[in-house]
């Protein structure tokens, strides 16, 4: 895991410090190596850095920028199975010099051009420079797993693997995107292309980018998109023969991100994803696997105890971490040093602190997110589904408004799951919306004075694919790589610790899209992720597993009201609120003095809020 950045600009000429500066903001994704690469050409300058976390090869010969021929690469990630790539290349005649991934994605330039991304297993987000032909390749892994950011004006492209790095060139224009803060305070994150900035963009999970130097012709294209496999016919394969090919393929993607020159370990929740992924890994070693749990001292909030039977049932060297309190409190003020745009997923909290302590044992740690948006796991989705099966079921539909109608007037923030028309063309995108939304446009609008509602891949069309299975389909393209990834790689990157994600492996979405509805869900024993269980009960008896479903979030309602009150006063206060203008005044400090006497209405409000004026400090302000 590392992480990189660089420029093109057709109207200055920088010293290597400007480079270095770009890729030295980016020291925790990087801390073992550093280097850049100048190119000063006629017309143009091109500057290439990196900062590199040793993995794989960890010796100088993985440094980077790395060349081979005309080739230069910076890169972030790992190609899981580099090692068969490199065998392939071996006997056309390639010679290589490192055991490094990084050299086998130049070769396999070298050999195939763009179409070698098809071979690649992995996570990775990587610039390829082309010296010969003079143009540019970016690249991004095809769930969104590693970030990669584009910036553009007329005379500069930019890219990097967070944005803080744009910040340090001398002439970035840092205006906000007001229609993308508008969506963070609706959703709690920002949906790709946009991003907080106005010239800057999020390249697309799934894509590449090309830029021709000469003509300056710039093209973006998709390589690999979900929807093509929700689209595919429902597999003919029985329960059975489906659970044990999945398993194949789970054996064999969580054995290739095991591959690493340095100690790997194993978030563990207690949960089925992370006890699946647990279960399947140690029962393939002949050593005991490390586990790392974190839990709070708050019991209400504390799952640490079932982390605990599945590592004691598995036989795994488990690590638990109690958070205090004062733990997770400190880490807030902190949070817009790391997240460099607002993001206010209250569990990115835990998920630092859990970090942290694992970088005390291992170097790398593999995760399990993606079970829930591939195995039709969270309660939404069958929320939805019960309340989306009710209201078709009513043969009077007038009965149908009038209910909606009467929930309506009840609640004038967020829109209700009843307040709309199942027979409408985009009516499961809607539902869902309406779920992850914070609060209705109606409201939110007497609130954000700045920015306006902008189209996300809730309004795309979704023609072909299952109705419910457009859920999966929704999450995996917005939330999943937007919130869930982007909490992950900076939590786990603030402490120099790569995280991998073995159930994101892209044979195994790609089987999941295409499976029988009813495998996914048991519509008679309510069974979220039907299949995923039974093959986590191959390794794990049943009666340990099944619980209720808790998300990894803390009392964070609490903690603002009682032990951080104070800083949320301060922080909030009108004259810093006016600085940028961005609220209401008058209406936030009301319904802020709503949520300190009690009422969690307004808690997300308050919540994104703190982080957007915690954002704005530190990057607008330099404070």
């Known amino acids: ?233 429902t597999l003919q394969v029985s329960y059975e023969d489906a659970k044990s090919h999945i398993k194949q393929l789970m054996q064999d993607a969580f054995k290739l991100r095991m591959v690493s020159d340095v100690p790997v370990g194993v978030f563990l929740s207690g949960g089925y994803d992370s006890a699946l992924v647990t279960g399947v ?137 009843y307040a709309h028309n199942v027979f409408k063309k985009n009516s499961i995108q809607q539902f869902l919306d309406s779920v992850l939304q914070k609060y209705k446009d109606s409201y939110l609008k007497t609130v954000v004075l700045k920015g306006r509602p902008i189209k996300t891949n809730f309004d795309k069309s979704y023609t072909g694919v299952f109705k419910f299975k457009k859920l999966l389909a929704i999450d995996a393209t917005t939330y999943m790589p937007d919130d869930i990834l982007v909490k992950v790689d900076r939590a786990t990157m603030a402490y120099s610790l790569e995280g991998r994600e073995p159930l994101l492996d892209h044979r195994i979405i790609e089987y999941a899209a295409q499976l029988p509805f009813e495998y996914l869900y048991d519509t008679g024993t309510k069974s979220k992720k039907h299949i995923l269980k039974g093959i986590c009960h191959d390794y794990i008896p049943k009666a340990i597993m099944d619980r209720k479903k808790v998300g990894f979030t803390p009392p964070l309602a609490e903690w603002l009201r009682k032990d951080l009150k104070a800083f949320v006063i301060k922080t909030l206060d009108a004259k810093e609120l006016e600085k940028h203008g961005f609220l209401n005044i008058n209406k936030f400090q009301s319904e802020l003095d709503r949520f300190l006497k009690g009422d969690n209405r307004y808690y997300d409000l308050v919540w994104n809020a703190l982080v957007f004026q915690l954002w704005y400090k530190k990057w607008i302000e330099n404070e």
């Open 281 to 417: 890994l140690q029962s393939e070693m002949q050593s005991k696997l490390k586990t790392f749990t974190i839990g709070f001292d708050n019991k209400a909030y504390d799952e640490s105890a079932y982390a605990e039977r599945v590592a004691d049932h598995l036989g795994t060297e488990q690590h638990t971490f109690i958070c205090s309190d004062e733990e997770a409190l400190d880490i807030i003020p902190k949070l817009a040093s790391y997240y460099d745009e607002p993001f206010a997923d209250p569990s990115v909290v835990p998920t630092m602190l859990l970090s942290e302590k694992t970088r005390e044992k291992v170097t790398v740690s593999l995760s399990a997110d993606g079970g829930d948006e591939l195995f039709f796991g969270y309660n939404r989705y069958s929320k939805i589904h019960r309340y989306y099966g009710r209201l078709k079921k009513l043969s009077v539909l007038g009965f149908a408004l009038g209910l909606m109608s009467k929930f309506k007037k009840k609640n004038t923030i967020k829109k209700p799951l």
């Open 1 to 233: 895991m590392c992480g990189f950045a660089g420029y093109l600009t057709f109207s200055n000429r920088y010293d290597s410090s400007v480079i270095t500066s770009m890729a030295n903001v980016l020291e925790k994704r990087g801390p073992d190596d550093s280097g850049v690469e100048l190119f000063n050409e006629a017309g143009f300058q091109l500057a290439l850095g990196h900062r590199r976390l040793s993995i794989i090869d960890i010796s100088t010969l993985g440094h980077q920028p790395m060349n081979y021929k005309h080739w230069w690469i910076a890169y972030n990630g790992e190609v899981y199975n580099f090692d068969n790539i490199k065998t392939e290349l071996s006997n056309l005649g390639h010679v290589f010099k490192s055991s490094s991934d990084t050299e086998v994605i130049l070769h396999a330039f070298d050999e195939w051009g763009i179409d070698a991304i098809h071979k690649f297993i992995g996570m990775f987000a990587f610039v390829i420079y082309n010296q010969k032909n003079q143009e540019l390749t970016l690249v991004r892994d095809r769930v969104g797993v590693k970030p990669l950011y584009v910036y553009q004006d007329d005379n500069t492209l930019m890219f990097a693997s967070e944005l803080k790095s744009f910040l340090e060139y001398p002439e970035f224009n840092k205006s906000i995107n007001h229609d993308a803060a508008y969506q963070f305070f609706k959703y709690g994150f920002i949906h790709a292309p946009n991003t907080i900035y106005k010239n800057a963009t999020k390249l697309n999970p799934g894509s590449y980018l090309t830029y021709n130097i000469k003509t300056r012709d710039i093209r973006q294209k998709s390589y690999w998109n979900i929807l093509d496999f929700y689209k595919k016919p």
